[in-house]
């Protein structure tokens, strides 16, 4: 995890570390160019070098740089841009060096001048620092299009020249790095795209002590990327069930779009809720039953073309009793009905829910109902549906996606998940988080789907809204990441990003912490959260049996979840079953008496061994006594000892 800060939070550290900790500038930017050099160092032997040098404090670091390089065997170049007059302080002192050397730096003076440079193997670009904030242009734009045009390193200083450090976006033109050496802390531009694609691999160079300086601890955003350690899972208890880990409504699925359903289903149980609790349409059960078996499918009334109707509504509030999450969404169609059963869920269920896709169009026209919501909702849009709930084109959405996301969560008190290249999960406060992992070959119908899956996974075991939507957020790219190394970018599929959710989970679990259950959520909030959503007690969670396995050729039997309990085994499986289902659980209880009372027998004779082993102890240890106030009686006397007579 690495704290990402704007330019303007840079820059009060940079004065933190002169003013308070009293750090020269020049001493700041003398370690800045030794990063710089120990990265060009670690890929290069001494080779042909041009720094190209604007003339503020970024061009000093490349004044300072190249000073550092030229000591160390390089043959260097240095190349300027703009006027020697507007040299800053400590870069008119790097610069300095370089005016008593033969071969000066040239100031260009047009563009002609670019071609007449003769070619280097490494180019630094210390152009433009973090500070950048107008299009660019000029002998600026033309020296970023050499740079860019070169067959060699290219190493940008504290940030590629032409990149927002604020939001990433390229100011007309920029410069394209392999390797990108900032310092002290990432800027938020490193990490949102595009800049973070021309940013090349990031080194962060600490160049000073900001010990004591609360900026930092008071930064609003963080960056994760792939691998990252401080991303972790506990483990899980051994005395664990499904019910500690959650029961997940998921709302999904329409005639066409059943798919939608299954690839939710399948990636919020490979995130691990206990329980998967599937409601659709008659056309999507079918289909759930078939390819999620471990879920639980419950059928609504169905409509017009395969749609909901609008009695769907009306069994939302007996369905969600006792669940611990709800997620709503992917693939569910668009229509009055699916506008009925937002509204129901968004209103009268206190859990966690999670929104996305057709539900999110449903929401649209429907804000303010969030501002009547019952417990913590969850929003995950692409940017096109964003543009539709925001009402802001979506051009100028990612053009600054981290600030309308916060802006969007804060106003209306959600969590919202952003999806992109770089997603940012936002929370009601004004925090985000950047997350960075995921991979190329994600970008398919469906994956959407899958993220909501986990995220209401996570949510269901009882994660708070924003920890479940970054930690889904997180894995999913994982696991999409491990697809792609499997399965290539080109040729892999949503649910192969299902397939190794596992596989990114298990990278992530710790054995330090412990793993989130319900029970623990709802321990430790139990003045907040109404506790008929969270049940405690096992005879509540195993209210809705869970063996559910619909075992079927042809036509599918449809079952309601509340007529479950009266199910009949399929004669098929009679031949397979040693004794009925109520005659089975009679001898479990029957087993597990008889266990209990081996288990009392056990103690009751380990206490009387104990006794009796006590009892021995005193006896010996009284004759002992015995023995000695005799012998200390007969050496008043004067008597001997007696003797152990002798045999043999």
Known sequence: MHIALTPAQMRAVDKYMIEVKKIPGILLMENAAYGVFD???????????????????????????????????????????????????????????????????????????????????????????????????????????????????????????????????????????????????????????????????????????????????????????????????????????????????????????????????RAASRAGAGLVVAASTESTVGVLQGNVPEAICHMFPGGIDGRLSSLAAAEIEELGQGKTAIAIGPGLGRGSAETELIEEVVLNHAVTKVIDADALYALHDNLEILEQKRGDVILTPHPKEFSMLCGLPVDEILNDPLRYAVKFAVEHEVVLVLKGSTTVVADPFGNASLVCAGSPGMAKGGSGDVLTGVIAGFAAQGKDAYEAALMGVYVAGMAGEYAAEQQGEYSMTPMDTVNYIGAAIEEMLVDYIEADTVQKKTSDSLDEAETSDFPLNEEALEAEEAEREELFTGEPQRLFEQDREEEESPAFLEKYMDEPAEEHDKALIAEEEELEQEQRELVRDETAEAEERESEEQAMEATQEMKREILQELSRKGESSPTRRKIG
């Not at 400590?90 to 050397?101: K, L, P, T, V």
């Open 39 to 265: 990265s060009i160092r670690a890929e290069m032997e001494p080779c042909s070098v041009q720094v190209f040098c604007g003339t503020g404090n970024n061009g000093g670091d490349g004044l300072a740089a190249a000073r550092i390089l030229l000591s160390n065997g390089y043959d260097v170049q240095v190349v300027m841009i703009g006027k020697q007059g507007d040299l800053s302080g400590d870069a008119q002192i790097n610069y300095a060096f370089f005016e008593s050397q033969d071969e000066k730096p040239l100031w260009l003076a047009n563009e002609e001048e670019l071609d007449e440079l003769a070619p280097a193997e490494v180019y630094v670009d210390a152009l433009f620092g973090t500070g950048l904030s107008r299009p660019v242009e000029g002998l600026y734009a033309a020296a970023i299009r050499h740079i860019n045009e070169q067959d060699a390193l290219v190493v940008s200083v504290d940030i590629p020249s032409g990149v927002n450090a604020q939001t990433g976006a390229v100011m007309g033109m920029a410069v394209r790095a392999e390797i990108t050496v900032t310092f002290q802390y990432p800027k938020i531009g490193h990490f949102m795209f595009p800049g973070r694609e021309y940013a090349g691999e990031v080194a962060v160079v600490k160049i000073g002590v900001d010990d004591g300086c609360d900026i930092p601890l008071q930064a609003t955003v963080c960056a994760y990327e792939s691998d990252d350690e401080d991303m972790c899972l506990g483990q899980r208890a051994r005395g664990t069930n499904k019910g500690s880990y959650g029961r997940l409504l998921l709302i999904a699925g329409s005639t066409g779009m059943s798919g939608a359903a299954v690839l939710a289903a």
